[in-house]
């Protein structure tokens, strides 16, 4: 606000355009009657790279972020909440389309629960996190990978944090805002200061790189990774898989991603499970007067509530929920009837290609070479055909990438495979015990 005007931004032009014409009436008619304001001003706001001063003495002191942060504190619980984003100056450059996604300033190294499961991949992000400056880097890309909600995220954050901390100029991106970064640079003609504001960094830290598609976007991703591990810059990704199951990257990504450490985040197993309950009921008791979780409920939700963090966090604000809304005290019982939608018998064992692949190969006594092969010797070919339907009934793979999973094939004749698989089952008993019993030794 400025004297009798206030300024509103808003992230893109078509938001300014609608609210122009549909709301900036009504806008104009509350704050008037809030504060006097005669003036209502839209403008579209730009991410821009600048240093933000943190209370806390060990906050980074400068990082590349769209949205500014705050301080962590031992009582916040380690989720990520972007928190909103400022206005950016008119003068913003092209080049500010590289700044980073947001942050959230409590995914911190201090606030990760170490377990079995993550204790490798914390170990190698905190190593190129607190690397020497102007060192060499140890393990690069470092490539972490794992299922949803259990802590790639966190880490990430927290390489960007301790990186920036020492020091070092560090770029988040999730693999979305590296795209539309991309896509802005070209439509206003900045794409060379795109890149430059890229490959100038000293860490880049890619999230959710699954979800980078298009063949232009591969190939300037592959070219920026290139450029920075050729100058000796760190690179940290994370994906939802390991590189050689991303099926939609060019086989020169994931080459070049297979080359450094490759680390996976297993699921949560129950001990470091109850260590993480435990860690955020004590944050929700200190936020919440009264509101306290006994042992024997942690124990519960450790041992019968998914495997994953967010499945802990479902459970906890649950409990809160009733607590609060209801009066009702936390116990046993009461927790037993309250997250019953959340308990899962056992979370199903995600399939890969590979296992399928190994396990016909093994079960029919051929290679994994001749069902990769172009081989169509009658040995070979059953055996393909059914791990071709495996693959098709058993993950999530499209037909096209399932075909390029089995040698390069095209997507018509994994299709044919799935169908005559599934036409002898419903006649060949033999054939459809003998599925079944693939299947079983898959899930194992």
Not at 99 to 107: H, Q, T
Not at 118 to 126: D, G, V
Not at 137 to 166: D, E
């Amino acid at each position: 606000m400025t004297g009798s005007a206030v300024q509103l931004s808003v992230p893109t032009r078509f938001l300014k355009a609608w609210i122009q014409d549909h709301y900036l009436d009504r806008l104009s008619e509350l704050w008037r009657e809030e504060s006097g304001t005669t003036r209502v001003d839209l403008v579209v706001r730009t991410a821009v790279a600048r240093t933000v001063p943190l209370k806390a003495a060990n906050a980074p002191r400068e990082i590349v972020s769209e949205r500014p942060v705050v301080a962590p504190t031992a009582a916040a619980p380690a989720r990520s909440q972007p928190v909103a984003a400022p206005t950016a100056p008119a003068s913003a450059q092209p080049a500010d389309v590289a700044a980073g996604s947001p942050l959230d300033a409590r995914l911190t190294f201090e606030t990760f629960v170490v377990g079995k499961s993550n204790t490798l991949a914390h170990a190698a992000a905190r190593q190129v996190a607190e690397a020497v400056p102007g060192a060499a880097p140890l393990f690069n890309p470092l490539y972490m990978h794992a299922a949803v909600g259990l802590g790639k995220t966190h880490l990430l954050q927290a390489v960007a944090w301790a990186g920036a901390a020492r020091g070092r100029r560090v770029v988040y991106l999730t693999a979305e805002r590296f795209m539309y970064g991309f896509v802005a640079a070209l439509k206003s003609h900045a794409a060379i200061a795109f890149k430059d504001a890229l490959r100038s960094i000293d860490t880049l830290v890619i999230d959710d790189l699954q979800f980078l598609t298009g063949k232009n976007m591969q190939q300037e991703f592959c070219h920026t990774l290139n450029a920075l591990m050729d100058a000796g810059r760190q690179v940290v990704v994370a994906a939802d898989r390991p590189p050689s199951e991303l099926d939609a990257l060019d086989d020169r990504v994931r080459s070049r991603l297979a080359g450094g450490l490759v680390v996976e985040l297993a699921p949560l197993e129950e001990d470091l499970r109850a260590q993480i309950l435990k860690t955020r009921s004590v944050s929700l008791s200190e936020q919440h007067r009264g509101f306290a979780v006994p042992s024997a409920v942690l124990e519960f939700l450790a041992r019968h509530v998914g495997t994953s963090g967010r499945d802990l966090d479902g459970a906890l604000n649950k409990l809160l929920a009733v607590n609060k809304l209801t009066g009702e005290p936390v116990t046993l019982e009461m927790a037993e009837t309250a997250v019953k939608d959340l308990v899962r018998p056992c979370d199903p064992k995600r399939v890969r290609v590979d296992d399928i692949l190994r396990v016909v190969a093994k079960h029919y006594n051929v290679t994994r070479a001749d069902l990769l092969s172009q081989r169509r010797t009658a040995n070979v070919v059953k055996p393909r055909q059914i791990a071709m339907y495996l693959a098709k009934t058993l993950t999530l793979r499209s037909l096209p990438e399932i075909g390029r999973r089995f040698g390069g094939r095209d997507h018509t004749t994994v299709l044919h495979a799935v169908r005559k698989i599934d036409g002898l089952i419903a006649t060949d008993r033999a054939l459809a015990d003998e599925i079944e019993t693939l299947k079983r030794l898959v899930a194992e």
